[in-house]
């Protein structure tokens, strides 16, 4: 058996998030539909991510294995030519055996768009969030800054969430504002459900001045999903990349 | 009757192109009946430039007249809050009676691109052509320039083509290569049929080496849609702006 890793982009929009589910139409239940017809085995993929319903990926990543000995390259584009073309595969390579795309990752880096101008063009629309009134970028920068390290993040994701250690390491976290666009940038080394949206819906509390950056440490220490902000709309949300070890 | 000019946006994969088509979804068919709902009055709105099957618009201009008295801004968000997601009413402005977006249009903007790295993401996808191999920029860019001046354009617009006078004033016609891909720019007072298309059809064949860029002469000379190259798909085409005479 050979253990493969692929890098997938896909415009979220039309799927129902990236985990199988039944009568659904998601990107792993596609991707292994596909794999599975084209190399007549049944294959299951690992997803680094599991994005949610309308979020999008520019570099999710996905390990297999299969019996196959098509080449990488024949692979990609042969498995492309069967893909939606909302779904694209840009990279795929041979990877050590037992290479597991989630339990591997070593830290993902996720984006979050905020449109700050009315009307958003057509082309930027289903990739952003469009926020009311002007936001404080200054004051969302010093929050975001406070989410830096190692913290219990049980506060920024669903009160039933049965993940017992909620504790990840936020390598950074950061407020970029152009072209009449915020974008928030959070790398960690693992995320909590709804956890960057939720992170993103108190950063735009901070901006309307709702809230005090000074806040954040409480609603940290809180540990209760009633101190956060609101899950911000998945639209807004690309999952970057995804980081491994050197050599992988 | 107050005389208005919009700027419209759109992405164009969905629609029949922008001129009214019996039974087909077409941006100025959707404009006229969204814009004669709202305002309870029949309104035909004419288009600087009418665009393809397929090709996008980040900068049309279309003016209609109306017997409304709904301010400007009001009449931008009504009627983008009745507008499929695809279509966006970037701006609205009073103009002096009697303005007409085509007649009035002193030159217009088109952008094309095309990709040279295969593959293409799923957000650059619709917006973008592909060809494979490489191409020859900088023989393209020789090319590109030999379309500015006045020249009779019949080698590049279609043999049925009925519009007698076929020339046309081209005022930059260049070539910019960028991050894999390569972007066409041409700016012109007019633009016959598929003329663009047309441009970058012949200026590709320049790039694969089966055309030198010292034909382009000649094949303008020629006068004969034969002698020219095929026409490039629609989706690498943006309209990207409409220019008037100072005040408008």
Known sequence: MR?????????????????????????????????????????????AGRTDAGVHARGQVASFRTASRIPTEGLRRGLNARLPHEIRIMQVEEVPEGFHARADARCKEYRYRIALREPVSPFEAPFVASVRGPLDVEAMRRAAVCFIGRHDFSSFCPAGCVIE??????????????????????????????????????????????????????????????AAGPCAPPQGLVLEKVFYGEGS
């Open 3 to 47: 253990s493969l890793k692929m890098t997938v982009a896909y415009v979220g929009t039309p799927f129902a998030g990236w985990q199988v589910q039944p009568r659904l139409a998601t990107v792993q239940g596609i991707l292994e539909d596909r794999l599975s017809r084209m190399l007549q085995e049944s294959v299951r993929i690992a997803g």
């Open 165 to 226: 250690d909620r504790r990840r390491s936020v390598i950074h976290s950061g407020v970029v504002e152009q072209d009449g666009q915020i974008e928030y940038q959070v790398r960690a080394d693992g995320f909590l459900r709804h956890m960057v949206r939720t992170l993103v819906g108190t950063l735009v509390l901070v901006g309307k001045g709702r809230l005090g950056a000074s806040a954040i440490p409480g609603i940290l220490a809180a540990r209760d999903r009633a």
